[in-house]
């Protein structure tokens, strides 16, 4: 079974920075795409970022230049480093992996979700 851990969310100030990381376990053959979505209530979940195992990225036009996203294949992990945080982007956090099972079948995994609040 694969899993993916989220860690490293919580309180921040406006102007603040937060590092989220994101561990993937478990029976996976290629780790492909992986990246970052969020959330508000009452909105659907909209991409902040993703990486290739490549190293291609792609950043949603109201974090960039503020947020960067990276990975260490080896590790299998993605970190989404948030910096000059602001109010709206509050949210909870979703990782999301992209890979080949071990039958190598293309499945998608989401994590569990992490908390990010930023105060004005």
């Known amino acids: 079974q694969v899993q993916l851990v989220e860690s490293g969310g919580g309180l921040a100030r406006a102007g603040g920075s937060l590092r989220l990381s994101c561990v993937a376990s478990g029976s996976i053959s290629v780790l492909r795409a992986m990246g970052w979505y969020r959330q508000v209530p009452g909105a659907e979940r909209e991409l902040v970022a993703t990486?290739?195992?490549?190293?291609?990225?792609v950043l949603s036009d109201y974090v960039n230049g503020r947020f960067t996203i990276s990975r260490d294949n080896a590790k299998r992990t993605v970190f989404l480093q948030m910096n000059s945080l602001k109010p709206e982007d509050t949210a909870v956090y979703y990782c999301?992996?992209?890979?080949?099972?071990?039958?190598?079948?293309?499945?998608?995994?989401w994590g569990q979700g992490i908390q990010v609040t930023v105060s004005s």
């Open positions: 999301n992996a992209d890979y080949l099972s071990d039958l190598m079948s293309p499945e998608v995994k």
């Open positions: 990486i290739t195992r490549n190293g291609d990225i």
